[in-house]
């Protein structure tokens, strides 16, 4: 008689939970009607801590060892006009280990390895550029050593230069690219 009575006691058990949890989410229910709120709990749905734009002096006084790494250069900061004064905010730039997609040249490239620009001897120079989310050149740094000369016509010519943008999945971002390119005073074919 025993063996009879158990799924039915189990049967009558899990009727119960139901029925009791049933009636819970229909008093939370009617409870948040009558407030006119959420099922959220009330409270901060987000803690933000702000933290000071700028560095301790004894920080600013201590030589990095990353800023004297040739790869490590210091990315564009831009001015932000705020309450008292203007602030810098440094921009993030991704490395091309970071992004899905690599920027490519669009314009003013030959090849994508190829600058024209007259008046200059022909090399090949390493530089680091940073290019926006838009594709625009924000920041050119050589790293292969050049007169003044030649350096102020390469910076005035790769201004001119314009980018399909790094990108991560499928938005577009802001990269710092490491690129080789080819310096030419006119297109040979």
């Given at each position: ?19 009791g949890l049933a009636l819970f989410l229909l008093g939370q229910a009617s409870r948040v009607a009558s407030n006119g709120g959420s099922a959220a709990a009330p409270g901060p749905a987000m803690m933000v801590r702000l933290v000071s ?137």
């Open positions: 008689m025993q063996s009879r009575l158990r799924p039915w006691l189990a049967l009558a058990v899990s009727a119960l939970v139901h029925v734009a700028t560095r301790p002096a004894a920080l600013d006084s201590a030589p990095l060892a990353a800023a004297a790494a040739p790869a490590a250069a210091v990315p564009p900061r831009t001015e932000v006009a705020g309450g008292g004064g203007a602030e810098t905010v440094e921009k993030h730039y991704f490395g091309a280990s970071a992004m899905t997609q690599q920027p490519e040249a669009a314009e003013g490239l030959v090849a994508g390895k190829l600058l024209v620009v007259p008046g200059i001897t022909p090399q090949t120079v390493a530089l680091q550029v940073w290019i926006s989310d838009e594709g625009t050149v924000e920041r050119v740094a050589l790293d292969s050593p050049m007169s003044k000369e030649e350096e102020q016509m390469l910076l005035a010519a790769f201004a001119s230069v314009r980018f399909q943008p790094g990108r991560i999945g499928r938005i577009a971002v802001r990269g710092r690219l490491a690129m080789q390119i080819m310096l030419d005073d006119t297109l040979r074919m």
